[in-house]
């Protein structure tokens, strides 16, 4: 029996749909607004809010919040700008939160 493994994604915890791949995580350390979250470096299948600036845990930042394009849920940020040196790293990228998203592992088997 051969098997084929496709990519490992996050999709949208209410409509399925997918929104992140697996292979983009940076952290899984992180805090958002509902407890645990995950940094992206890019995410999909969204739409990205207005921005504006926050106070988050690691000080100020400009963010945008970051909606499914299907269901309209909220799904977490996106890090525009950050103000403090040791922060940079995070502008362009996305958080989701864990609550927000399911992961799909996409396995396939052939016989």
Known sequence: MAEIVGPRLYSCCNCRNQVALHDDVISKSFQGRNGRAFLFSHAMNIMVGPKED???MTGL???????CCD???VLGWKYERAYE??????????????????????IYFLG
């Open 85 to 106: 040196e040791t922060q940079k790293y995070k502008e362009g990228k996305f958080i989701l939160e864990k609550s927000k998203i399911v992961k799909e592992n996409w």
């Open 61 to 67: 930042h400009t963010v945008a919040d970051v909606y």
């Open 71 to 73: 269901c309209r849920e």
């Open 54 to 56: 926050r106070q988050l």
